[in-house]
Every structure is written in structure tokens, then in C-alpha cells.
């Protein structure tokens, strides 16, 4: 459990230049001994910090950068268009002032040419000089993170500036490295319109050196970030490094703070729109999907932004890589007492996402901005935030599903096979550490019992019956029932068969029968009135208790009743970096046509409730398909078993609304399940702690994608599933489509036929129809959507103003059951 965030102080070239001027002595150029570097972290860290966080560059590297790089540009002869033809007539003057001026010109071209030789120098070989850096040596860089100069623009307009920027920045990550620093923070990315530039430029930091972590920083939004056309450094005498920044104002952002922007601390607007929210967000997934998704690229999410309180506009982030969350104490407000807090926009996002173990960057605690609790108290604050985040409270929480699964988070892990391999018996001691699904198993059996008719002789089956709990489990229903019944215990583990004889010797006696065999297979001495089973998977028939159930069903009297009596298989589109990351890891083909059961935590369900602009799609999380038992349609053979396993093939169809743009990693599966009446388990998230609250038995399962796919706001995700069988295996495929809801374009007099009955038109026209709202069959508008029933009726004619275009589909994953299947 323990903590989740760790904490890093932000130390400026100012606090390095307090400390050095405290000490007499200048040793911050000695090989031995405490540098002025040192001692100003070591001094920030006394402070309970885990790491400190250090521009990597001086001003005096940016003042001859500029020189080089931005002053020198352009043109040599320093003129316009009439410096180049010649003198003009009005401009004519004597001789001796042409000389003085051609000499001027001479000495300003030549001082040109030496800076441009310099540059050339520069770029042919970066280096930096003794002043430009802050650390020199390799015992001042432990623990520090390095921040790359703010003023480096990898995505400037300027393909000189871009260029150069270019250079530079490799130029501090070579340093970074020789100073084995593990973690840069790189300057956010301003330029939508370049970001694959700055993409690239990170890319090929990635490939250069192969141990570092690198950090983007980068604003949650930032509507004004993307007015700003040019970087208002080049004015000059701007000093826009970190540390001087953050000696002046109170520091956020670097780039926020830059003396004579044009664009405030803070954006003006609280409410950013949906287009602004993105931004930010989209240029972070160009960098990441240049960088072929690195686990070495992360997010440093800067929080200085009032956030929205719109906690599924944030929940993208949920998903994305956060490391660091940056928190300039300008964020802070001061409460009542006059202490520090945060706004509850940013309360409860960084609560949230504790969940990530982030390093929370606080910068400007020095600086005094807020009355009370001093330079303590940003942290002091930030750790009772982390005490009271959802995550750290689950986790505490005795037989939470948070504190049972530590460490389980986001592990992918291969589903059992429990039909095909014999489980061991620490396998079974893990199930039956789950009180939930025992106790909801009771209640079903017992309340079964009480509505079954009175008989001195009620049969219990118990098929699959492991090391015996859900036979415990029987007798006690039994017993509170005041029921007289006798159980049969049926399981095929060979294993596990000996813990049940153990069991019947020690403590049933002979009020339980065991049978040993494949419940497909084998006979029992009687038929019985109830027949219990725990076959379940995590998306309810991924474990084929369907098929183990068909051969059981044998076992059950014809009006018998089956606990579980059906099960439900659900989906959601699912958003996740970390998920896909790992489940690329092997690099097989395989191991991304697998479905896999994982216990999701920095994940996010991209589907919303409501229908979508067409009002076509169903909710977040949907229902796949369901099987019942006993099975109602069952055609059997002589032995009472079905002849094919044709009956168990499913599929379905689904439409997601996706509200806020995202990438889609893969599909998060669900189930639930009803035992007897209305009592059940689930793992649906929105339905689980009305049903089995607390559960550890199931966690969801996961079905990547191959390649992640792009979904934009508003658009409609169609997923298909299926789940199909031979003689000898189970297997799912799936695969997805997304469509962009267009405003349908009214056909005019004249158009070419072809035109006017296109789906959207012919959609338009049907719907614009004042009398009714009931459509007519129309096999065009149900080719181009498929998941339209061709009767249905439409209540909002706003909706009806839609039609859609497709934007994009996945490949059909695991066709043929090629990489996963589970045997039967
Ligand atoms: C998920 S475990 C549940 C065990 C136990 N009922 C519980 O709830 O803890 C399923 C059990 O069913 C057994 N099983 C699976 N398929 C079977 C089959 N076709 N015939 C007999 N037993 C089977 C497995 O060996 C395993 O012990």
C-alpha cells in the first residue's frame, strides 16, 4: 500500500546562486567536495523531497544560442528588397558618407559571416562552455531530474528554428546522459501544426539514448497555446529560462511565464471547449505514436490550468503514461485560514490520478505566495489529497478488491482453462478467499430450496465441484432451509477429487455422494432438482461453461433448476497505453489476439451513455449475448447431449457513442450473471456493487487491438464479436469500425440521381417528412448501417439531420481462432 506520490522540488539557478553566496568559500569548481549545486539540493531535499528537478542549461547558453541561431538569421544584406538593386534615387548621398557607410556594411557583413562560421562550428560539433550548464559534475546530477531548456522549439513555424532547436536539444541530452541523469522533462509542444517535428525530434532521442526516461511536459489544455503563432523569445533581452522564471514569478509553466507573452498565467476563459480540451491531448498521442509508443515517453501533466470539473473530459488521462503532474504553487488558493489548497477541479483530478504513482513537481514553494504553513505546506497538502484519492482508500480497505489485488493492476494474465488443465490447489485457495461469491451462492441455493416443493427428498448436484466450498456452501443452505436434501458432487480433477474424498471423510459424511469424471460424460446414481455450478470466466462463457452445462443438464430432472440460471456477456471500447504496451511485448502476432483477464486501473472506458448525434447507439457498456440454462430450444441425441456444439456459436453487433476523442486499445469484457431470483455476481462497473459489492473472484477481461484506432469526438464506435466453435475449440474474433455522424446536405432540384439517393439524403428526406416519424424498410439505408433495425422510431429530428462517413476500422482479430482458443 504505502504512499503513491513521490515529491520533487523545482531548484532554480537562483536558490543555487543564494546558497553559493552563503558560503565563503567558491568550491563549486572543485572535483572534491560539496559544490553550491549540491548544497541547494541537498537543502531542498532536508525538506522531505525525493528528487529535485534542475533546468539542465544556464541563460548564458540561451543568450549564445540566440546569437548563433535566431539574431544572425536571414538575410546577410540585413535589408528588404531595396537593399538589393542598388541605391535609390532619393537615397543618393555624398561620397564620403557612401565610403563610411560601405564600411559600416563591410564590418556588419563581416561580423555576420563570423557568427554564421560559429554556428556552422556549433552545429558541426554542440558543446556547451563552463557557464552555460548547471551541473558539472556527476555527484551533483544524482537524483535529479533534468529539464531541457523551455526555449528550444521543436515545433516552431521556423524551419531554421526547428533546425536548431534540434541540434540543441541533443546537444543537452548528450550532457543529460554524461551525467547519468535517468529522467528529462522535455519543453510542451506549442505547435499543432509541427508537433510531428517535435515528434520526431523525441523519436530519435529515444533512439539515441537507451536508457533515459523522457517526460513531456505538457498543459491538461491550453486554449491560448494555440493563438500563439511565433515564440515571443526571439524578442530580444527576453530571459525565458526555467530557473530564471521561476526566481521572478510565480512559477507554472515555463512557457507561461515569459516576461512581455502575449498570452496571461492563467487562460481568462474557466470553461474551455471541447475542441480546446483536445488540443493538448492530440498533440501528446502525435508525439507518442511517432515514438511507436515507448514505455520510455511519458506525460509530465502540467495542472497549472484551472481544470473543468467534468470528470470524463479528464478521464483520457486516466489512460496515458503520467509520471509527473507539475503543480506551481501559483496554483494553490489560499482557504479560509489562509493555507494552501487546491481549486476542486484539480483536487479531485490529481486524486484520481494517484493511481499512477506520480512524482508531483512543485515549483515556487519558496517564493511565500500564500500566508500560512510556509514552504512545507504545498506537500503537506498534496500527501492528505493522496491519503483520501479513491485509490489509496479502496486499498486500505480490508477485503477490498484494491487491497486483496495489490500489485495485480495491469497485469495481463492468460484465463484459465479449467476444462482443458486441472487446477492446482493454491488456485482454488485463492477462489475461495472471495466471501462474496460463496455467500451470494447460499443465498441462491437457499432461497431455491425454500421455493421448491416440500419433498423428504431434494438432489443437489454440484458439478465442478473444485476442493468442495460450494458443497459447504449447499449443506449450509440446507440447514437454513430446514430442507432435507443430499448432495452429489461431481468434478473431473483428479487432484482435487482428493481433497473431496478428504473432505467427505472429516466432515460431510454421507449426506454427500462424490462422482469422479467429465460431466460431458459420465452418468450419476439419480437425477437431481438443482443442479449448482461455478463455471463461469471473466466475460461469463470464456471458461465454455456452456458446453460443460449441456453435458450436466443430463444430471437435472426436466422442471430442475440451474444455479446459475443464465449469464451475460458485456463490452466497453477501452482506452489504455499501458494495456497495449504489454500486451505488444512479445512482439507475436499471438499475443495481440488474445484476450486476457486484468485487473484495470490506468484505463478508460471511451464509450459515453446516450445515443450519439444520431441517436443510434446504445450505452457505455453493453450486452453481448447471454446463455441460459437449462437451455430452452435444445435438440438432443439418445445420450441426452446435443449432436453439434452449433447452438453455443454467438455474435453480436454493437454501437458506442464516443463523446470525447480517443485512441481505441482494445475492449474491456464484463459479466454478470444470475444465479437464482434476483440474486447474482457481476463485474459490470456500473452494476457490481448493487449485485456482488466487494467480489474478488473475477477480474475483466481484456481483447486487444493489433493497432490502436483513432476515434474523434462524437463519433460512433461499431464493434463486432463473435464467438465461434468447432469440434475441438472455442474462440472469439473482433473486430471494429468508427463513423463520423455528417450533417446530411438537402438534396437540391437538378442534383444527379446518383446524388439524391445517397443514404444521408434519402435519410434527410425521410425523416423531414412532417407526418410521420415511422421509417419505411429501405435496404440502402440499411447497407450503409447495419446496426439500424429497419423498423425503429425516431423521437428526435435533431438526430435525424445526421448521416455518417467512416473514418476507420481495425483488422479482424484472431480469425479462425489462429492465436487463442480454449479447448473443449
Ligand atoms: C472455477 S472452478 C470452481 C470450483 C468450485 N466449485 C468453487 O466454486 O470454488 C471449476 C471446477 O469445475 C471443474 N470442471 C470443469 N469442467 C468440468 C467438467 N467438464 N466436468 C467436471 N468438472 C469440471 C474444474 O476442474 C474445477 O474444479
Not at 19 to 43: D, I, K, W
Not at 109 to 128: G, I, L, N, S, T
Not at 367 to 394: D, F, W
Not at 535 to 540: I, K, Q, T, V
Request: aromatic share 8%.
Amino acid at each position: 500500500m504505502g504512499d503513491y506520490a513521490t515529491f520533487a522540488a523545482f531548484v532554480t539557478h537562483d536558490d543555487i546562486a543564494r546558497v553559493s553566496s552563503q558560503t565563503a568559500a567558491p568550491r563549486s569548481n572543485s572535483l572534491a567536495g560539496e559544490s553550491a549545486a549540491m548544497r541547494a539540493f541537498q537543502e531542498t531535499r532536508e525538506h522531505g523531497y525525493d528528487y529535485v528537478c534542475v533546468p539542465l542549461t544556464r541563460p548564458a547558453w540561451h543568450e549564445r544560442w540566440k546569437r548563433m541561431c535566431v539574431e544572425n538569421a536571414g538575410d546577410v544584406d540585413g535589408g528588404g528588397e531595396g537593399d538589393r538593386g542598388g541605391f535609390k534615387e532619393e537615397e543618393w548621398e555624398g561620397e564620403g558618407e557612401r565610403e563610411a557607410e560601405g564600411e559600416k556594411e563591410k564590418a556588419r557583413r563581416d561580423q555576420h559571416a563570423a557568427v554564421e562560421a560559429e554556428a556552422e562550428m556549433w552545429r558541426k560539433q554542440p558543446h556547451f562552455l563552463h557557464d552555460e550548464v548547471t551541473m558539472t559534475r556527476l555527484d551533483e546530477a544524482e537524483g535529479v531530474i533534468g529539464v531541457v531548456s523551455d526555449w528550444l522549439t521543436l515545433d516552431s513555424s521556423d524551419d531554421w528554428v526547428r533546425h536548431d532547436s534540434e541540434i540543441a536539444l541533443h546537444q543537452e541530452i548528450a550532457y543529460a546522459s554524461y551525467l547519468n541523469i535517468q529522467t528529462v522533462v522535455l519543453p510542451p509542444p506549442r505547435n499543432r501544426e509541427h508537433v510531428a517535428s517535435y515528434a520526431r525530434a523525441v523519436n530519435e532521442c529515444l533512439k539515441r539514448v537507451s536508457y533515459m526516461k523522457f517526460s513531456v511536459q505538457l498543459p491538461i489544455y491550453d486554449p491560448a497555446a494555440f493563438q500563439q503563432k511565433e515564440t515571443p523569445r526571439l524578442r530580444s533581452g527576453s530571459t525565458v529560462t526555467l530557473a530564471s522564471t521561476l526566481s521572478e514569478t510565480p512559477p507554472s509553466t515555463p512557457r507561461l511565464l515569459i516576461p512581455g507573452n502575449d498570452f496571461p498565467l492563467r487562460p481568462k476563459k474557466t470553461r474551455a471547449s471541447e475542441r480546446e480540451l483536445n488540443a493538448t491531448w492530440e498533440m501528446w498521442d502525435v508525439i507518442r505514436s511517432v515514438c511507436d509508443y515507448s514505455p520510455r515517453l511519458t506525460l509530465t501533466l502540467d495542472l497549472a490550468p484551472p481544470l473543468p470539473l467534468n470528470p470524463t473530459l479528464l478521464g483520457r488521462w486516466s489512460a496515458e503514461p503520467v509520471q509527473n503532474v507539475l503543480l506551481p504553487t501559483s496554483t494553490f488558493i489560499a482557504n479560509a485560514k489562509g493555507y494552501p489548497v487546491l481549486p476542486k477541479g484539480t483536487q479531485t483530478f490529481l486524486k484520481d490520478n494517484m493511481k499512477h504513482r506520480p512524482t508531483v513537481l512543485l515549483s515556487g514553494t519558496k517564493l511565500g505566495l500564500h500566508g500560512k504553513g510556509g514552504e512545507a505546506a504545498y506537500a503537506q497538502y498534496v500527501r492528505h489529497l493522496e491519503k483520501t484519492s479513491p485509490i489509496a482508500q479502496a486499498s486500505r480497505k480490508a477485503g477490498s478488491v484494491e487491497n486483496f489485488a495489490q500489485g495485480y493492476q495491469d497485469f495481463l494474465q492468460a484465463p484459465l482453462q479449467p476444462l482443458m488443465d486441472n487446477l492446482q490447489s493454491a488456485t482454488y485457495e485463492t477462489f475461495e478467499q472471495c466471501p462474496v461469491k460463496y455467500i451470494n451462492y447460499e443465498e441462491a441455493i437457499c432461497r431455491a430450496l425454500l421455493d421448491w416443493p416440500e419433498s423428504d427428498r431434494i438432489v443437489i448436484c454440484v458439478a465442478g465441484a473444485g476442493r468442495g466450498p460450494l458443497v459447504a456452501r449447499s449443506l449450509k443452505a440446507i440447514e437454513r432451509s430446514r430442507r432435507t436434501a443430499h448432495i452429489i458432487a461431481v468434478e473431473k480433477n483428479p487432484n482435487a477429487y482428493v481433497t473431496l474424498q478428504d473432505r467427505q471423510r472429516r466432515e460431510w459424511g454421507a449426506s454427500v455422494q462424490l462422482v469422479y469424471g467429465d460431466m460431458r460424460q459420465i452418468t450419476v446414481p439419480e437425477q437431481a432438482d438443482i443442479l449448482v455450478s461455478e463455471l463461469l470466466g471473466s466475460f461469463g462463457d470464456n471458461e465454455l461453461s456452456p458446453e460443460c452445462l449441456d453435458g450436466a443438464m443430463r444430471f437435472l430432472k426436466p422442471d430442475g433448476i440451474s444455479i446459475p440460471s443464465s449469464y451475460t456477456a458485456h463490452l466497453a471500447p477501452l482506452s489504455s497505453t499501458k494495456l497495449y504496451n504489454e500486451a505488444r511485448q512479445g512482439g507475436e502476432l499471438k499475443s495481440l489476439e488474445t484476450p486476457y483477464v486484468v485487473m484495470f486501473q490506468n484505463v478508460n472506458v471511451l464509450s459515453g451513455n446516450g445515443g450519439g448525434l444520431r441517436g443510434k447507439c446504445g450505452p457505455a457498456i453493453q450486452e453481448c449475448w447471454t446463455f441460459e440454462h437449462p437451455r430452452k430450444d435444445a435438440t438432443l441425441d439418445e445420450r441426452g447431449l446435443p449432436p453439434t456444439n452449433s447452438h453455443n456459436i454467438r455474435a453480436a453487433n454493437l454501437s458506442f457513442y464516443i463523446p470525447h476523442a480517443g485512441i481505441l486499445h482494445g475492449l474491456a469484457g464484463y459479466f454478470e450473471a444470475v444465479l437464482y431470483g434476483n440474486i447474482g455476481l457481476s463485474i459490470h462497473p456500473q452494476r457490481k456493487d448493487q449485485i456482488s459489492k466487494d467480489m474478488l473472484s473475477w477480474f475483466p477481461l481484456f481483447f486487444p487491438f493489433k493497432e490502436p484506432l483513432y476515434l474523434p469526438s462524437n463519433s460512433e464506435l461499431q464493434v463486432s464479436i463473435w464467438r465461434l466453435t468447432n469440434e475441438r475449440q472455442v474462440w472469439y474474433e473482433w473486430y471494429a469500425e468508427s463513423f463520423l455522424p455528417v450533417l446530411n446536405v438537402a438534396p437540391r432540384a437538378g442534383d444527379p440521381v446518383l446524388e439524391t439517393v445517397s443514404a444521408s439524403a434519402s435519410t434527410a428526406s425521410f425523416f423531414a417528412s412532417p407526418t410521420t416519424h415511422v421509417a419505411v424498410p429501405s435496404p440502402l439505408i440499411d447497407a450503409i448501417d447495419p446496426a439500424s433495425p429497419p423498423f425503429f422510431v425516431r423521437e428526435d429530428e435533431e438526430a435525424a439531420k445526421y448521416g455518417a462517413v467512416k473514418v476507420g476500422q481495425s483488422a479482424l482479430h484472431n480469425a479462425g481462432g489462429r492465436s487463442s482458443w480454449i479447448g473443449l
